[in-house]
């Protein structure tokens, strides 16, 4: 997630996790080793927070481990139930960029990309 970015001084330790627990993927959440395709679900959080106006998978009020626990166990509310506005396919476009097993998702960006591409209409 974009947190990872920031300089920090404090590294974590085996079976740590670090970040934005609304934002991390699970692969994350459960200290697995990440790549490529762990961008992917952060890019899907980012897009359904710009298009909805609301977190994919919003904090918690029990705390963290209940946020680490959606992430793991649900999927997001339907961007078109928060925005009917939107074309059906960014859900299913969402639906693949938030799987929860990072090999069944968007291998690349440039995959994502001509998914979003894909629902302009024509």
């Given at each position: 997630d974009l947190g990872s970015l920031q300089d920090r001084?404090?590294?974590?330790g085996p079976g740590e996790a670090l970040g934005t627990p609304s934002y991390m993927s699970?692969?994350?959440?459960?200290?697995e080793d990440v790549d490529p395709r762990t961008?992917?679900?952060?890019?899907?959080?980012?897009?359904y927070e710009m298009i909805t106006g609301q977190r994919a998978f919003p904090r918690c009020?029990?705390?963290?481990?209940d946020t680490f626990t959606m992430v793991l166990e649900q999927?997001?509310?339907?961007a078109t139930d928060r925005n009917p506005a939107?074309?059906?396919g960014v859900n299913r476009l969402?639906?693949?960029?938030?799987q929860k097993e990072k090999e069944d998702?968007?291998?690349?960006?440039?995959?994502?990309?001509e998914a979003i591409v894909a629902l302009r209409p024509t």
């Open positions: 001084t404090m590294v974590t699970p692969e994350q959440v459960l200290a961008d992917m679900w952060g890019a899907g959080v980012l897009f009020e029990g705390g963290v481990q999927e997001p509310m339907l939107l074309p059906f969402l639906a693949r960029a938030l998702r968007f291998a690349t960006i440039a995959e994502l990309r």
